[in-house]
């Protein structure tokens, strides 16, 4: 393939930063030649860059701020003790999910195209042959499911509506859910990219109320006599007290075995800062989107997490977010509207934000499964990657939604449906480490590369050890020698690296024993759709 296949026309939506970095590409050579410029420079996806400043902000920030927002607070509270200690591991726990930002923000400036981390892998180890785009296919395939945040949609909004379900109609609420999602995706694609900016835009007005709410109780509802009543009854602490110093620390666990869990805590909650990273041939402007958008996601979720603590420890007494099994934002809106309307607003909360998840989760999933039918991983590629009939990446999504379908209709709502995401988790740390050290090895091979942000470089190997540490983590054994389910604790660990073993054995036999067996070799042929989609067919070369 020639470097000039790939590369796409300039149109009047290229910017500034875009332009410095074609203009660069020419002059790159490495060890006397020319590096191929064909995962480098940027294209435009047929159906157009759809994708402004503000969708790819709620792109990043709808997959960032999911449910846990209402349930991880109280679960770090228990763990730390304190009310300082706890602000201390969010604030921490947002310094290590900014040094995994910056790598992927590096890798985004200097590849801006759709795909995210199987373009860097595929880009940084291109030996073995294939393996990078095998094991990316294979995680597609079999563990990129979207089903969790299906399933607590479905549960909070039937309890919003005082329906007592069964485990059916919880899995029909949720399946339809998904489905209304696809096709809304996958056949109006413009309508979708605005219903899913109008509920991230939504969930990120509910959730600064809901943060700003305990100020607001403490300023206006202080002499209150039935949040008065509530408080004297609680037997702890509440309002500006809570922050003295004396009571900020009182009861602090600094137990490094509860402090890493609560960290590893923290740094899931911030999952999802390089979202835009997976559909930048849609986005506008690629390059100088990623540098503010990714930012500006992150401290927007960095201060909608502190203030949603701060209100939780200003109207929760800090005994009873510990020791209640309910979530605590439950807590929170029924101390601020009561029993009756904080069990519907609260529910409801969480089922907006859950459907917001699903959107954009859905839409970044469909365009990485579309560039892997590209390069020829998926069976029918040229129908899985063509934007017909509804200029859109349909074929991408329908890869998408049969796994998760199969998630969410199969296993039992219990441990075992639990168990199943911990498996689709842990290959991605894998990924996320060999990323994160292929920057390492980008900037020793390629110095002259250009990239239009560059991540401190304590920041990378920072990133490099809470990769290995989130890896090792599985393995130590908890007090009671068991995991989330009756099995061996690091069962799931040991599942998820099982699946990318398959895949090693999948790769290894189609393009090593095969071709070695029949006396052909897999070569790269480049042919263009009729949508105007240009794809990449591996097809067989016979050696007489």
Not at 88 to 110: K, N, R
Not at 383 to 390: D, N, Y
Not at 443 to 456: D, G, I, T, V, Y
């Amino acid at each position: 393939m020639n470097d000039t296949d790939s590369q796409p026309l300039l149109d009047s939506r290229t910017g500034p930063d875009e332009a410095l970095f074609y203009e660069s590409i020419p002059q790159i050579r490495q060890n006397g030649r020319p590096i191929s410029t064909r995962d480098t420079v940027p294209e435009t996806a047929t159906y157009g860059r759809n994708l402004n400043w503000s969708s790819a902000y709620i792109l990043v920030i709808s997959r960032v701020i999911g449910s846990g927002i209402f349930a991880t607070p109280g679960s770090i509270v228990k763990s730390v003790g304190s009310v300082g200690l706890s602000l201390l591991v969010w604030l921490v726990g947002t310094i290590l999910a900014a040094c995994g930002l910056a790598v992927s923000m590096e890798f985004g400036c200097m590849f801006p195209r759709s795909g995210g981390d199987k373009v860097y892998l595929e880009y940084t180890y291109p030996r073995p042959r294939f393996l990078a785009s095998t094991l990316i296919a294979v995680q597609a395939v079999l563990l990129g499911f979207t089903a969790s945040n299906c399933i607590i949609f479905a549960k909070y909004t039937l309890f919003a509506l005082s329906i007592d379900p069964t485990e059916y109609q919880h899995k029909a609420l949720a399946v339809g859910l998904l489905t209304a999602i696809t096709i809304v995706h996958g056949c109006f694609l413009k309508s979708g990219i605005w219903i899913q900016n109008m509920l991230g835009w939504v969930k990120i007005f509910m959730i600064g109320a809901m943060a700003l709410t305990g100020l607001w109780v403490i300023l206006f509802r202080s002499n209150d006599y039935e949040y008065s009543n509530l408080a004297s009854t609680a037997g702890s602490r509440i309002g500006y007290e809570v922050f003295e110093w004396d009571n900020l620390w009182e009861g602090s666990n600094w137990s490094w075995s509860l402090l890493s869990t609560s960290l590893f805590k923290v740094f899931y909650s911030y999952a999802g800062l390089n979202n835009v990273n997976n559909v930048l041939n849609e986005v506008q402007d690629p390059i100088r989107t990623i540098k503010s958008v990714c930012p500006s996601g992150l401290l927007t979720a960095c201060g909608l997490y502190l203030l949603a603590n701060i209100s939780y420890f200003l109207v929760v007494p800090i005994d009873e977010i510990k020791n209640s099994g309910e979530l605590v934002g439950a807590l929170l809106f029924e101390r601020v509207f009561g029993a009756h309307v904080g069990r519907t607003l609260f529910p409801l909360a969480i089922a907006i934000s859950a459907a917001g998840n699903v959107m954009v989760v859905c839409f970044a999933w469909g365009r990485i499964n579309q560039e892997i039918a590209r390069q020829g991983f998926l069976p029918f590629s040229s129908v899985l990657s063509s934007s017909r009939p509804f200029n859109s990446p349909l074929g991408g999504l329908i890869v998408h939604y049969v796994p998760s379908l199969l998630v969410i209709a199969l296993p039992p709502q219990n441990d075992v449906y639990n168990f199943i995401l911990d498996v689709e988790g842990y290959p991605g740390q894998i990924f996320a480490l060999a990323i994160a050290i292929g920057l390492l090895l980008l900037r020793r091979r390629q110095p002259n590369l250009p990239r239009p942000f560059k991540a401190w470089l304590p920041a990378v190997w920072l990133r490099i050890v809470v990769c290995v540490a989130l890896l090792a983590a599985p393995f130590i054994p908890p007090p009671d020698q068991k995991g989330d389910v009756d099995f061996f604790y690091a069962t799931y660990a040991i599942v998820g690296v099982g699946v990318l073993l398959f895949g090693v054995v999948y790769w290894y036999i189609w393009t090593v024993l095969l071709p070695r067996w029949g006396k052909y070799t897999l070569e790269e042929e480049v042919d263009v759709l009729d949508d105007g989609t240009s794809i990449t067919k591996l097809v067989r070369s016979y050696i007489f």
